[in-house]
């Protein structure tokens, strides 16, 4: 099935351990976004790449890394996860950054202790 | 970042109509959009306005006035299926969406 994928579901973490979630799309879209969700705050952007090879920094970058090595997967790392990194975090791609949508996946919902 | 405001919640009756409002301010200008959001699951797409106007969808319709900096989602004929979160995001000059907090509306019968 077509789409973008993200593991974990849900992951419980403890504070200081390093983390990297997934992301998959299989829709040959060029551009990708990491998100975070909290209650009150929206959709904050954390990190993004416009194609294979670039990626960016966004709203709320500090503590996150990512890489893009292909069109296809687009990791996000918490190096030494802190309680405050405690989150949904949702994964996006969308044909081009001009796109008019951006497909979101699943979402995994982090708790760091 | 960019600066965007939508009420926090809102409630209506089945069949009725709601409009909810979105102010934003931003540096560059590539669009305005509407998500809709239920309860655990992620977002997805109901509308895009780049130019100033009405786009009607359905039972949903957007507005955009750029000189304003105002935009609304009007969703017509409410249904329970409705009861959701609506989030309204801007796409700033370089192409990055920025979410408003989002409106929660819920549908009674």
């Known amino acids: 099935i077509a789409g973008i994928t993200q593991a974990p579901t849900s992951q419980i973490l403890a504070a200081g351990r390093r983390m990297t979630l997934r992301c998959t799309q299989d829709m040959r879209h060029n551009a990708m976004y990491w998100y975070r969700q909290d209650l009150g705050l929206g959709l904050r952007l954390i990190h993004y790449?416009?194609?294979?090879?670039?990626?960016g920094k966004g709203e709320v970058p500090d503590g996150y890394s990512v890489s893009r090595a292909n069109t296809d997967d687009f990791p996000l790392t918490l190096a030494s996860a802190v309680p405050s990194q405690t989150s949904v975090y949702f994964c996006?791609?969308?044909?081009?950054?001009?796109?008019?949508?951006?497909?979101f996946g699943p979402g995994t919902r982090l708790t760091v202790l | 970042g960019q600066n965007i405001d939508q009420p926090t919640e809102m409630t209506a009756t089945e069949g009725a109509i709601v409009q909810i409002n979105c102010t934003y301010q931003?540096?560059?200008?590539?669009?305005l959009f509407w998500y809709q959001q239920h309860a655990g699951e992620a977002p997805t797409f109901l509308s895009y306005?780049?130019?100033?106007g009405l786009e009607e969808k359905g039972r949903f319709s957007s507005f955009l006035s750029r000189s304003k900096g105002y935009s609304y989602l009007l969703l017509k004929e409410l249904q329970m299926k409705d009861s959701a979160s609506y989030l309204c995001?801007?796409?700033?000059?370089?192409?990055?969406?920025?979410f408003g907090a989002g409106t929660t509306v819920t549908v009674r019968a």
């Open positions: 790449s416009n194609t294979a090879g670039t990626t």
């Open positions: 995001a801007v796409r700033d000059g370089d192409y990055k969406l920025s």
């Open positions: 306005n780049v130019l100033d």
């Open positions: 996006a791609s969308t044909p081009s950054v001009e796109s008019d949508e951006q497909f």
């Open positions: 931003t540096s560059g200008f590539n669009g």
